[in-house]
């Protein structure tokens, strides 16, 4: 079993940064692939990115790409989302999510996941 817990998330103003931690603890393998997702209220589960603890990525979608990036502490057991530039469309919950082998970009190929933070931005 993988635990995942989240932290870091809170209300900031647009333009602002913020990190993100995923605390995993439990049964872990190298070859996991981490990734965050994020849900506005009434919308679906969106992939924000991913990436593994053994390398490769990260993968970023394409909202993000150039204000996020994603990186681990092996040592920690911890993945962190780094978010700059906020922008009041990254309102959402955030939830970090773990899987075997590779990543992908549904929420319905993930195994274990996080209680999720909420990141509310402000114009």
């Known amino acids: 079993q993988v635990q995942l817990v989240e932290s870091g998330g809170g209300l900031v103003q647009a333009g602002d940064s913020l990190r993100l931690s995923c605390a995993v603890s439990?049964?872990?393998?190298?070859?996991?692939?981490m990734a965050w997702f994020r849900q506005a209220p009434g919308k679906e589960r969106d992939f924000v990115g991913g990436?593994?603890?053994?390398?490769?990525?990260?993968y970023l979608a394409d909202s993000v790409k150039g204000r996020f990036t994603i990186s681990t502490d092996n040592a920690k057991n911890t993945v962190y989302l780094q978010m700059n530039s906020l922008k009041p469309e990254d309102t959402a919950v955030y939830y970090c999510?773990?899987?075997?082998?590779?990543?992908?970009?549904?929420?319905?190929?993930?195994?274990?996941w996080g209680q999720g933070t909420q990141v509310t931005v402000s114009s």
């Open positions: 999510a773990a899987r075997d082998s590779t990543v992908r970009l549904s929420p319905a190929q993930y195994d274990y």
């Open positions: 439990g049964r872990t393998f190298s070859n996991h692939a």
């Open positions: 990436t593994r603890w053994s390398g490769g990525g990260p």
